[in-house]
């Protein structure tokens, strides 16, 4: 009958509404964590593996990098720098300490008073910055040693550390109580004398070497450096 | 479908876990120690260009001396001093001061004073003794000849003895240097 089925009062059954509610899935969270937390240990070991890579063949290019600069590295070169620079610095470190003996005698020489005469002189450079010198020296009255004592106190370049061995080599007065029948005594000595030694130190920096010009390193002594009339003229109250 | 039963939703927990737990976190470690490596790598590398890079620029310094300078240098430290070459010099200077030079005695190497210095380079010290015999001009001028050298000529000790002619007699004790 054409139509009889619209007008039932029974409900029809839709058979794609049906199938539908047959289908649906039962997800449970439980297990949508567990899938989520499988890929995503998948994912996470995949990534991990493709970075570890990259990271290694990042090292070997560094490492590469390294050795390639340590095979750059010159040996020889090195070596002559690190010689070349000693060299240097000994040479720097000699002229730092380089001392003039001359300047030294030139003040002494301005040092020592007229009635003073220098017997002998001893000059030890004890280390790389003093030099001392012990001056053995006669004169003839206590007087002098006092006078000769200030001018050295007074000294720029020389520093007087004391007076040493002072002696006095008298005279007998010319009388016959002191001198008796023996004239010998009276022909020895014929003025008193005192001597004694003075013991001074210099500091190197005070009398440093000054470099004179001489017309580059060729020179040695092809020509007299110094002008020795002039070395003369200042030294003739010398020793 | 095979993902919705309970053993393999059992199974994969336990391959995830053990994928965390036996990969990821071990080889996250190794990352962080190649990472260090690489950092440490890096700054060695650094460290040596800076090296070559200094060792170069000192290399052109030095080539850029000039050869009269390096001369000096080398003449004023030499790697070794010939004692007959210095005696020799120190003849020809007492015969241009005037002075009489009795004796010249090459006392080789001798060590450096307990006093020096402690920072002071390490450098070989060469000791001749001489007997010089002059006027005091004479002898005056020797040692200015010395101090004009173009190596040192230290004098280290020196004793001066006056005679009544006016002629002194001087013991000294000269000291050069060599690098060697």
Redo the contacts between chains.
Sequence with gaps: MPGSSNTSFIPKRNPTQKSRQDVK?KVFL??FI??I??F???I??AI??V??MK??K??NT??R??NE??A???EA??E??V??D??????Y??RQY?????TV?GAIEKSITVNNK????????????TIEIEAEMETGTYDSVLFQRTVLEKGNILHIDGIDELTLHNVPPDNLFFTGTDSKIKDTKTKPGVKFIAKLAVDVADVP?KV?P?G??E???EE???N?ES??DN?QE?? | MIFNSFFTQIVMAALAVGIIFVYVQPTFTSIGLIQESITQYQEETSKVSEVNARLSSLVSKINSISASDMKALLTYIPDEVDEVAVSRELLIMSEEAGAYLESIKYEETVPIPAMVNESSVEVVRHSFSLSLIGTYVQTKTFLTFLEQNNYPLEISKMSIISSETGIITSDIEIITYSHN
């Design positions: 899935k439980g297990s567990v899938r937390l499988f995503a240990a998948l996470a070991a991990v593996f970075y570890e990271l290694k990042d090292l560094e490492i990098g390294l600069a340590v750059s590295f010159n070169d090195m002559r720098v010689k070349m000693l060299r240097l610095k000994q040479a470190e000699r380089s001392a003039s003996i001359v005698l220098i017997n002998e002189l001893k000059l030890d450079r004890v280390d790389d910055s070497h004179v001489v580059g390193v020179i040695l002594f007299p450096i110094v020795q070395v003369a030294n010398g020793l």
